[in-house]
């Protein structure tokens, strides 16, 4: 029964409290043809690179859907800022951990901005590069860096997803 993972609060290593990570598994059912199989949960590092020019970081929640080939819909990673100030600076390199997602070989990945309430202009986000460790006990099993180079704006997702990489 993977119901359990629906919504679950993750934890990070950042050193910042005011980032708080949440897990949101869209329909997550591993396809594993074996419906009593034993899900795998891995740790997934990400260090997200902004550039470094005008407006370029944000304030907003953003979310990275990794897509697999072995998850319907791929694992949601959905970031949640705080009123007080954005991990995603100009310019900057953030780099958090989400623990107890699981452990699905990434095929792709989607970015995704949504306007916080209090802000009212700056929501848009200039994505440099998305660097992804999937690890399990520890242990790297994938790895995935993507360079993006485009602005992500609300309403408007950015992905890398090449056709081998269904989703399904």
Request: glycine letters at 8%; charged letters at 15%.
């Amino acid at each position: 029964d993977y119901s359990s993972f629906s919504s679950e609060l993750a934890t990070t290593t950042m050193a910042a409290p005011k980032l708080t990570l949440l897990i949101l598994v869209a329909a997550a059912v591993v396809c594993t043809g074996n419906s009593q199989s034993q899900v795998q949960l891995c740790d997934y590092e990400f260090v997200v690179s902004t550039f470094n020019e005008n407006w370029a970081g944000t304030d907003s929640d953003l979310t990275f859907t990794v897509f697999s080939s072995e998850v319907v819909g791929g694992v949601a990673l959905k970031t949640i800022q705080s009123a007080a100030g954005s991990r995603f600076d100009v310019g900057s390199k953030t780099k958090f951990t989400i623990q107890g997602g699981p452990c699905v070989k990434p095929c792709g990945l989607r970015l995704e901005v949504h306007k916080t309430w209090w802000l009212e202009i700056g929501s848009d986000w200039k994505c440099r590069s998305v660097d992804l460790l999937v690890k399990r006990n520890g242990a790297v099993q994938w790895h995935v860096y993507l360079i993006f180079n485009q602005w992500v704006t609300d309403g408007s997702p950015v992905e890398y997803k090449p056709a081998q990489c269904p989703i399904l």
